[in-house]
């Protein structure tokens, strides 16, 4: 057993790690491929309930959970259904209330409410919530097990006293300023950082300083961005590694709005000349 969990626990897997809403991941299939080139005997289970690759609770939602066989060794792990606000997702539709602010005469003001809906989920959402669930739980072999370290800590309470107490560092755009300082004189940056900033616990202050919200992209409206911008790529013979590089993503679907249409102009001019 130990000789398992030093051996996996010793692979490099800072080369296969994307990020996503500020959290990381593994890709599934490399993780088990690692496994298998070392451990070929190994095996996985997807659990079951009445023939169901899932657990479902009408109030909590959705859970999966794996089962991992490595030698003598087993381990299990579970994961919740999330969507990527990290809001459970249920058998329908449902929606949640967020204030709505505004700056008015250097005053932050509530000028109401804004709805927010969770889509219910689908054997896709169920589907790579299964596969995450085998990633984690080979983690527990040892296998990219720091991706996961402080996950269980218990965070510390933010209040609205030391969110407006946080200061930007000397490497930022804007050192040693407060949200609200920025806020006044560069809420894009603010937008920017709710949509493509990797530090949670910023995004947290933001929204609770200024109501801020991330950018919500309806599917439909980002297929259409994407396919443009994948057309124009081709089209100008762009190397979209570099593109996607230039942006800080590892995957086109990372991109926010803000920088799908920078890049589409920018492509549409290099067309015009």
Request: aromatic share 10%.
């Amino acid at each position: 057993m130990k000789e398992i969990y030093e051996k996996l626990r010793a692979l490099n897997v800072s080369g296969h790690v994307e990020q996503k809403n500020g959290l990381n991941y593994l890709s599934w299939a490399w993780a088990w491929d690692e496994v298998m080139k070392t451990y070929p005997e190994a095996t996985y289970e997807i659990e079951r309930f009445d023939n169901k690759p899932y657990l479902y609770d009408a109030i909590t939602g959705y859970m999966v959970f794996t089962k991992v066989k490595i030698g003598e060794m087993e381990r299990e792990m579970w994961l919740p259904v999330m969507d990527n606000n990290n809001n459970a997702m249920l058998d329908h539709k449902y929606t949640y209330t967020v204030n709505k602010y505004e700056w008015k005469n250097k005053v932050r003001t509530k000028v109401g409410e804004e709805i927010k809906t969770v889509e219910p989920a689908t054997m896709f959402d169920i589907n790579k919530t299964i596969m995450r669930c085998l990633v984690k739980n080979l983690a527990m072999f040892g296998l990219g097990l720091a991706l996961y370290s402080g996950e269980d800590l218990p965070e510390e309470e933010l209040t609205e006293d030391k969110a407006k107490a946080f200061k930007f560092g000397e490497k930022s755009k804007y050192p040693n300023k407060t949200i609200l300082e920025v806020a006044k004189e560069d809420s894009k940056y603010l937008q920017w950082w709710l949509d493509s900033g990797k530090d949670d616990k910023l995004k947290q202050m933001i929204m609770m300083l200024t109501g801020m919200q991330p950018t919500q992209l309806k599917p439909e409206e980002e297929l259409m961005l994407l396919a443009k911008l994948q057309k124009l790529v081709a089209q100008t013979k762009t190397d979209y590694d570099n593109l996607k590089k230039h942006y800080g993503v590892k995957n086109d679907v990372d991109l926010t709005k803000e920088q799908l249409t920078e890049a589409i102009s920018v492509l549409e001019q290099k067309v015009k000349k």
